[in-house]
């Protein structure tokens, strides 16, 4: 039954890791919550990663890296920096996985071959 279901929906086990590191970085004291949820928020939507595994791995990481800073007390500029889409644009690319752009690249780069063979014969 759960591989049917996984079939349509994604791993479980990855859904249960990833709510883990949501709930982790929500817990964290004020402001590294914030910092934390917006930096998780903008790799969600920039970090385009086709792969869950790395895409869990990501936030499980950033959950540790504030949970870090909370328990140090380092202050949130001195985690992203004086540019806060860098640091996670820097955190993202830090990770080796397929990304959408990756298969549209393949995709041009197939289209353009297709077409050099048409127009070869």
């Not at 994604?10 to 859904?15: A, R």
């Not at 883990?20 to 930096?39: E, I, S």
């Not at 790395?54 to 140090?72: C, G, K, P």
């Not at 197939?110 to 127009?119: F, G, L, P, V």
């Amino acid at each position: 039954m759960t591989k049917w279901y996984e079939t349509l929906t994604g791993s479980l086990e990855q859904k249960r890791q990833y709510k883990q590191a949501k709930a982790r970085m929500d817990g964290l004291p004020a402001p590294y919550a914030a910092a934390a949820n917006a930096v998780q928020r903008y790799l969600m939507y920039s970090g385009d990663v086709t792969d869950g595994d790395t895409t869990v791995q990501m936030i499980v990481d950033l959950a540790d890296l504030w949970e870090r800073a909370a328990l140090d007390g380092t202050p949130v500029r001195a985690i992203v920096g004086d540019d806060p889409v860098e640091f996670t644009e820097t955190f993202a690319r830090a990770y080796d996985a397929k990304r959408w752009i990756d298969k549209e690249r393949a995709r041009l780069n197939k289209a353009i071959d297709d077409a050099e063979r048409e127009e070869q014969k």
